[in-house]
């Protein structure tokens, strides 16, 4: 009996030395590894062993360091992009300011065209009016009339009588 107590023991010896063992790695792995990979049950409980506290502890602050690091970057990105994007709204402002100037200026001048285009065929029908009026004229009588007018204007009249 005395031999299995004693084998029991052995056993009991070397469960505890490697308990203890194990203990022993993972304290130095969590002390030579980052512990940013170390899931946070893990951390939680090595943070309540008195040794590993300070290292926890610098540990948070540096994560808190590098998030807020983090935070000031995305920060400033999304400030840029947003002054980024008030430029090009001004910058669309300016152009659809200026599309709409030529816009008015382009149907301004159609409206002057239509005018113009109006007055023109106006003058021709007179003109007409006037060719076909001298051609029923006795010819000394149209002739005493029309020495009168201006070259430009013969010549308009002429074009419109018949031959």
Do not use: C
């Amino acid at each position: 009996m005395k031999g299995i107590i004693s084998i029991k023991n052995i056993i009991i010896g070397i469960a505890i030395l490697l308990i203890i063992a194990i203990i022993v790695l993972s304290i130095y792995s969590y002390k030579n590894y980052a512990t940013d990979n170390l899931n946070p049950a893990v951390k939680t409980v090595f943070s309540k062993i008195p040794f590993l506290k300070n290292t926890m502890h610098t540990d948070l602050v540096s994560e808190t360091v590098n998030s807020n690091n983090a935070f000031e970057e995305e920060k400033k990105m999304i400030e840029y992009e947003w002054s980024e994007i008030d430029r090009q709204k001004q910058e669309l402002q300016s152009k659809e300011a200026k599309l709409n100037k030529k816009q008015s200026e382009l149907e301004h001048l159609e409206n002057k065209l239509q005018v113009d285009r109006e007055e023109l065929e106006n003058q021709l029908m007179n003109i007409k009016d006037l060719a076909k009026y001298y051609e029923l004229m006795d010819g000394r009588n149209a002739a005493r009339i029309l020495e009168n007018m201006e070259d430009e204007f013969l010549i308009q009249i002429f074009k419109q009588m018949k031959n």
